[in-house]
């Protein structure tokens, strides 16, 4: 679950948030001025995304790599194309069920 406060009840009930991120496996979403600043995550769940931020990046500059020569316009029209496709294919399996 996740439980959303603010910056100063945050500060006020530390303890009792750091419980329910340990004991109850929560995150807490922190505010500050109605916009999301922090999070509280557990350490397990934390470690998770630090793994899959590294092989996101590791996958970010292999696709760098690999299409580093073609043309920004060329490569924007390409995933444009294939968002279009996908959807296209989407739709049609949707109609397909009814």
């Known amino acids: 679950m996740i439980t959303q ?3 100063v009840t945050f500060r006020q009930n530390l303890g009792e948030m750091l419980n329910q991120v340990q004991y109850r496996h929560d995150s807490i979403l922190i505010n500050k001025d109605g ?3 922090a999070a509280l995550v ?3 769940l934390f470690e998770r995304i630090r793994r899959m931020q590294g092989r996101f990046d590791a996958l970010c500059q292999r696709i760098e790599a690999g299409f580093g020569a073609i043309a920004e316009e060329d490569g924007v ?3 444009e194309a294939a968002v279009a496709d996908e959807r ?3 739709r049609e399996a949707l109609q ?3």
């Open 35 to 37: 916009k999301p600043v």
């Open 96 to 98: 397909g069920r009814a």
């Open 77 to 79: 029209a390409e995933i």
């Open 88 to 90: 296209r294919k989407a």
């Open 42 to 44: 557990d350490a397990r």
């Open 5 to 7: 406060t603010n910056a």
